[in-house]
């Protein structure tokens, strides 16, 4: 029975584990290479889930098909958002404090707006797999949470890829160590930023669609993310697209053991814990350079 209990909490905290990195991908890229304190990077996920409610109540289309078509929308959108926010901030060199103020009133802005519209009412989505599971002996896998997780790894594949074998994924590393040879090698440093900061928010059309599969969403949920997404981009390494992967799974596998064997309360207590411990022994997170 503890066996049973033990692989099953195992492989749901994977399936967590790869969701809770599609939630924190935008974030280490906009945190992690663009030091962008970007607090709000929740709230755009709570958009992509009510975009995926909208178009899948109205319309009918599967919730994650709609996040992928609305990617380019969310991209268009991160992009004016970094635009604003340098013109407001960085160019005046004043986006420590207030950077990190005006983030935090977007945030509020999009869950008011929600409210106001939606109300505070749960919303779910309707899907073929969502409610079917698959059982492995007595692994027992919820489609709703396997599908999620499958999409999470391609989506952070991609971005990898797009990061490492693409020139502007390696300006785009490149634009936080070392602007005055990005400048020489004839790019923009801020055009590179905004198309960074667009990749993040794209990210956020997906990760919100996965979020109202695996369960229904109100306005202020965006919040309980908020923690635990600096927590996985730092335990990652800073920057790092394979380490906050790594990083997620780690998190949601230990939120899920504790959360089978000792009560839900204690799970992100844990997940807190682990990054201390490694903050304490290696600042630099799992996968950061030293």
Same mark, same amino acid.
């Given at each position: 029975?503890?066996?049973?209990?033990?692989?099953?909490?195992? $492989? &749901?905290?994977?399936?967590?584990?790869?969701?809770?990195?599609?939630?924190?991908?935008?974030? /280490?890229?906009? #945190? +992690?290479?663009?030091?962008? $304190?970007?607090?709000?990077?929740?709230?755009?996920?709570?958009?992509?889930?009510? =975009?995926?409610?909208?178009?899948?109540?109205?319309?009918?289309?599967?919730?994650?098909?709609?996040? !992928? @078509? #609305? @990617?380019? !929308?969310?991209?268009?959108?991160?992009?004016?958002?970094?635009?604003?926010?340098?013109? /407001?901030?960085? *160019?005046?060199?004043?986006? &420590?404090? &207030?950077?990190?103020?005006? #983030?935090?009133?977007?945030? #509020?802005?999009?869950?008011?707006?929600?409210?106001?519209?939606?109300?505070?009412?749960? *919303?779910?989505?309707?899907?073929?797999?969502?409610?079917?599971?698959?059982?492995?002996?007595?692994?027992?896998?919820?489609?709703?949470?396997?599908?999620?997780?499958?999409?999470?790894?391609?989506?952070?594949?991609?971005?990898?890829?797009? @990061?490492? *074998? =693409?020139?502007?994924?390696?300006?785009?590393?490149? !634009?936080?160590?070392? *602007?005055?040879?990005?400048?020489?090698?004839?790019?923009?440093?801020?055009?590179?930023?905004?198309?960074?900061?667009?990749?993040?928010?794209?990210?956020?059309?997906?990760?919100?669609?996965?979020?109202?599969?695996?369960?229904?969403?109100?306005? /202020?949920? +965006?919040?309980?993310?908020?923690?635990? $997404?600096?927590?996985?981009?730092?335990?990652?390494?800073?920057?790092?697209? /394979?380490? =906050?992967?790594?990083?997620?799974?780690?998190?949601?596998? !230990?939120? &899920?053991?504790?959360?089978?064997?000792?009560?839900?309360?204690?799970?992100?207590?844990?997940?807190?814990?682990?990054?201390?411990?490694?903050?304490?022994?290696?600042?630099?997170?799992?996968?950061?350079?030293?």
């Amino acid at each position: 029975m503890i066996l049973d209990l033990f692989l099953n909490a195992v $492989v &749901s905290g994977i399936l967590l584990g790869g969701f809770y990195a599609a939630v924190a991908l935008g974030l /280490s890229i906009t #945190f +992690g290479q663009l030091d962008i $304190v970007n607090i709000a990077h929740p709230a755009f996920v709570i958009v992509g889930s009510y =975009t995926a409610y909208i178009v899948n109540e109205r319309l009918g289309l599967d919730p994650i098909l709609t996040g !992928v @078509m #609305f @990617m380019p !929308v969310f991209f268009v959108a991160g992009m004016g958002l970094y635009r604003f926010y340098y013109a /407001s901030f960085e *160019r005046t060199g004043q986006e &420590s404090l &207030s950077g990190l103020a005006f #983030f935090f009133g977007v945030m #509020f802005i999009i869950e008011v707006v929600l409210i106001l519209t939606y109300g505070v009412d749960y *919303r779910l989505v309707e899907a073929d797999y969502i409610g079917k599971t698959i059982h492995m002996g007595f692994i027992i896998v919820p489609l709703r949470m396997l599908v999620p997780c499958v999409m999470a790894a391609i989506m952070t594949g991609g971005v990898y890829l797009y @990061m490492s *074998r =693409t020139f502007t994924g390696r300006a785009i590393l490149a !634009v936080a160590q070392d *602007r005055l040879a990005l400048q020489l090698m004839g790019a923009d440093p801020v055009k590179i930023k905004q198309i960074a900061m667009g990749i993040a928010i794209a990210t956020t059309a997906v990760a919100g669609a996965l979020l109202i599969v695996i369960g229904p969403v109100e306005p /202020s949920v +965006g919040r309980l993310y908020i923690g635990r $997404v600096f927590a996985i981009v730092i335990l990652g390494g800073m920057g790092s697209i /394979s380490g =906050t992967f790594t990083a997620a799974l780690m998190i949601g596998i !230990v939120e &899920s053991l504790v959360a089978t064997f000792y009560g839900p309360s204690w799970a992100p207590a844990v997940g807190f814990m682990i990054l201390l411990l490694t903050l304490a022994f290696r600042p630099q997170g799992l996968f950061g350079r030293a």
